[in-house]
């Protein structure tokens, strides 16, 4: 618990500081600095018997990925870069494999685990940097943090107390509906906090919708990778963040939400 509160009163302000005083090439930078490790770790618990040749070309493809997000941050358009290279990237791990030679048959269960690393926490977490180059990017960015943390704290904190009836056990087993609803109410308090403050420019009821959908997609994205580390039999991606386990546990409830944020703030014309 002390570990995790000292990594929590560090890392956060120093998370905070380095977005709203870098511009979007460093935060492409930071965003490579965060996405890479936690690509490694995924492949570490998904691809144990990984050939040098395939976890290279994961992180090559995965750093491409990200690059033509910066691209689209960079040109101000709407993903069409990331998900161009996000296709050449499928074609190429599908050729890699048929090149190789070395078997009958093409080993499609190492295909799609090679390109879903790069789909899942490259693709997706593209968007945030699209988030970033957008009008008032750093509101927006911040925004999406503060609800998802808010979320982590009231699910945390309501599901210690109050928590009794097991939200998903199958997959997670200490998740409790109760927790559930905490998180999402304290999401829904902290987004009305951020519209008083730093936000003013958005209506107090797209914050909430936000906030709904935010929080919502935190919760599916925290179930997802704990699905995949147990069908790799692991309690936690990786040990680099002290008390709250690898990279990738850490931005596993951003990789959902930062697209439907960024793709709802487009449409609703934020």
């Known amino acids: 618990m002390l570990s995790r509160s000292i990594t929590v009163l560090i890392a956060a302000p120093l998370a905070v500081a380095l977005i709203a005083l870098t511009g979007t090439g460093g935060f492409f930078l930071l965003a490579l600095l965060v996405c890479l490790p936690a690509l490694f770790e995924y492949y570490a618990m998904a691809l144990k018997s990984a050939h040098k040749a395939e976890l290279a070309g994961g992180f090559v493809l995965g750093a491409l990925v990200l690059g033509a997000g910066y691209a689209d941050a960079a040109a101000h358009t709407p993903g069409l870069a990331v998900t161009g290279m996000c296709m050449a990237a499928f074609m190429l791990i599908f050729t890699g494999y048929i090149c190789r030679g070395h ?6 269960d190492r295909v799609a685990i090679l390109f879903f690393g790069v789909f899942y926490i490259a693709m997706l977490p593209s968007f945030l940097l699209l988030l970033r180059a957008q009008p008032h990017g750093v509101s927006r960015v911040l925004f999406l943090l503060f609800v998802t943390w808010a979320g982590d704290i009231g699910a945390y904190l309501v599901g210690r107390s ?22 999402m109410a304290f999401s829904i308090a902290i987004a009305l906090v951020c519209q008083a403050t730093f936000l003013r420019h958005i209506s107090v009821p797209h914050c909430l919708a936000m906030a709904v959908g935010i929080n919502g997609l935190n919760q599916i994205g925290d179930l997802s990778e704990s699905a995949i580390k147990r069908s790799c039999g692991v309690k936690d991606s990786g040990t680099i963040l002290p008390g709250h386990g690898g990279m990738l546990d850490r931005i596993d409830s951003l990789v959902f939400a930062a ?10 014309g934020l």
Do not use: D, I, N, Q
């Not at 078997?103 to 499609?108: A, I, L, Q």
């Not at 109050?162 to 087993?173: A, E, I, Y």
């Open 259 to 268: 697209p439907f944020l960024y793709y709802y703030m487009r449409v609703a």
């Open 103 to 108: 078997r009958s048959s093409v080993p499609f």
């Open 162 to 183: 109050l928590g009794s009836h097991l939200l998903c056990p199958r997959v997670s087993p200490a998740k409790t509906v109760e927790g559930s609803c905490g998180g």
